[in-house]
């Protein structure tokens, strides 16, 4: 089992900068991505950033160039970096991480934290 603890989530105002962490332990190994995630009231889920196990980023249209995923391995922590905040980045942010287990991947999923973009 791997167990994920965001936080850094709160009220900003637009144009405003946040910094998610997700904090993971459990049994960390083999992990194939770690990802963050956001639903909006009324809306499905949506990726919003992916860091692979070889460093390698992907990033939603909507947070290119104002966003940045990155991981620190000896805490076991991956970082979002959110920047130029807007109204419509307003979500429940949710940390993921896929790892290879015996039989395929698992996915396991973090509480999510509540990021808040309103003057």
């Known amino acids: 089992q791997v167990q994920l603890v965001e936080s850094g989530g709160g009220l900003v105002q637009p144009g405003g900068s946040l910094r998610l962490s997700c904090a993971a332990s459990?049994?960390?190994?083999?992990?194939?991505?770690r990802s963050w995630y956001r639903q909006a009231p009324g809306k499905e889920r949506e990726l919003v950033a992916t860091?692979?196990?070889?460093?390698?980023?992907n990033y939603a249209d909507s947070v290119k160039g104002r966003f940045n995923i990155a991981r620190d391995n000896a805490k076991n922590t991956v970082y979002l970096e959110m920047n130029s905040l807007k109204p419509e980045d307003t979500a429940v942010y949710y940390c993921?991480?896929?790892?290879?287990?015996?039989?395929?991947?698992?996915?396991?999923w973090g509480q999510g934290t509540q990021v808040t973009v309103s003057s």
């Open positions: 459990g049994s960390i190994f083999n992990i194939h991505t």
């Open positions: 860091i692979t196990s070889n460093s390698a980023t």
């Open positions: 993921n991480v896929k790892v290879w287990r015996v039989g395929g991947l698992s996915t396991y």
